[in-house]
């Protein structure tokens, strides 16, 4: 029974994230497939770390990952590959038309339906260069991609985009403590994330 509550308990710490404080700030759509009030942002999950925002008519996708690569395969190193029939069937329900495609940095649970979703969605590609050079490898157009560097700023359409450094976690650590550069200086384990500024 301990060892369930337990579980239960890691459960709940897991699944909210940390995000419990904000919580306040989620609210479901009473009538999810009606148009956003003006000025107001809709954000929807699109699973693992992708999102859609939406606002006036407009979109933009975040991290559009919906091909869901068996653990195993990942783990052991496997060729893994777009689902295009997995993607055609997420795509039905992306509000269009989509801006820009953001991509925070170039893992494959971020970055691989990317190259399958481009041609579909006639959108802007923002990402750091490992991202965009990925992607053009897939035939993806230079003229479609946008390489963003941190202290960068894009307007697409109605939306501001600034891009941030941000700071790799390693999966095993020493300490919990880490000290960033007070100058946000370019370091050997930085990336690129992509921070989203409303009008």
Not at 88 to 116: G, I, K, M, S, Y
Not at 183 to 190: G, L, Q
Request: glycine residues 4%; hydrophobic residues 40%.
């Amino acid at each position: 029974m301990k060892l369930a509550l337990c579980g239960l308990f890691l459960f709940a710490q897991i699944a909210h994230a940390g995000l419990e404080k904000y919580s306040s700030l989620v609210v479901a759509d009473k009538y999810p497939f009606t148009e956003s009030e003006p000025n107001a942002i809709r954000v929807t999950y699109l699973g693992v770390n992708g999102f859609q925002f939406e606002t006036s008519g407009h979109a933009l996708l975040v991290d559009p990952y919906f091909t869901r690569v068996a653990l195993f395969s990942a783990a052991l190193n496997h060729r893994i590959e777009s689902n295009p029939g997995r993607v055609n069937e997420v795509l039905r329900h992306v509000q269009r038309p989509v801006d820009a495609v953001l991509v925070t940095h170039a893992h494959f649970d971020h970055l691989l339906d990317v190259p399958e979703i481009m041609p579909r969605m006639h959108a802007q590609l923002l990402a750091g260069p490992t991202a965009i050079q990925l992607v053009e490898s897939f035939g993806i157009p230079p003229s479609e991609c946008q390489i963003v560097k941190p202290a960068s700023t894009r307007k697409i359409g109605p939306w501001t985009i600034r891009v941030f450094a941000a700071q790799t976690r390693p999966f095993v650590r020493k300490s919990s403590i880490r000290q960033v550069p007070a100058d946000n200086a370019e370091r050997k384990d930085s990336h690129e994330s992509i921070r989203l500024v409303p009008r």
